[in-house]
T-cell receptor
């Protein structure tokens, strides 16, 4: 157990819908990262927050957004969902911004029908 | 742009034997970390080992060790005394310093352990 929690574990929804994925970092970690793992794209970095502020963006679509709250938990919002958004979404956390060891949560499996 | 290349899509090893997984990377940064993560069928991403680029000594964690060749930008993982529980996808990843971005992952190597 890495200490990073993610909810829900599984999510099934329809195209065009909006969903929110939630992540709680390890105790003491200030930095949160979101990743997408799909069969065709592999593991891709989406976005990073550090102590409540957006720190870096990766390959995140404009339909996706995220935020980190004062208690340091983070939410990833995915809207206007398409079939291709079906993937495993991971949250990771670290004490410091990069470079630092990132510990991953168990992931949220999103299926868009 | 940073890239990470794992040239072995799949490797197979007999239980109790030693196997080496290859990884090369490309970066213009001088301060960075390298990682190997393991992803078993449960899909959890588990940290196996970490190497800081400024350290000359190769990292070791029990049966897992790395061969870090900074000039060659090579970072291989050696698993000794392979066990059935080592069967998984192994991902090499690179994290830069100075900036603030996420990990860049290779495509992974599927490790099969033959009993």
């Amino acid at each position: 157990d890495s200490g990073v929690t993610q909810t829900p574990k599984h999510l099934i929804t329809a195209t065009g819908q909006r969903v929110t994925l939630r992540c709680s970092p390890r105790s003491g970690d200030l930095s949160v990262y979101w990743y997408q793992q799909s069969l065709d794209q592999g593991l891709q970095f989406l976005i990073q927050y550090y102590n409540g502020e957006e720190r870096a963006k990766g390959n995140i679509l404009e339909r996706f957004s995220a935020q980190q709250f004062p208690d340091l938990h983070s939410e990833l919002n995915l809207s206007s969902l398409e079939l291709g958004d079906s993937a495993l979404y991971f949250c990771a956390s670290s004490v410091r911004p990069s470079p630092d060891t990132q510990y991953f949560g168990p992931g949220t499996r999103l299926t868009v029908l | 742009a940073q890239t990470v290349t794992q040239s072995q899509p799949e490797m197979s090893v007999q239980e109790a034997e030693t196997v080496t997984l290859s990884c090369t990377y490309d970066t213009s940064e001088s301060d960075y970390y390298l990682f190997w993560y393991k992803q078993p069928p449960s899909r959890q991403m588990i940290l196996v080992i970490r190497q800081e680029a400024y350290k000359q000594q190769n990292a070791t964690e029990n049966r897992f060790s790395v061969n870090f060749q900074k000039a060659a930008k090579s970072f291989s993982l050696k698993i000794s005394d392979s066990q059935l529980g080592d069967a998984a996808m192994y991902f090499c990843a690179h994290s830069t310093g100075g900036g603030a971005d996420g990990l860049t992952f290779g495509k992974g190597t599927h490790l099969i352990i033959q009993p």
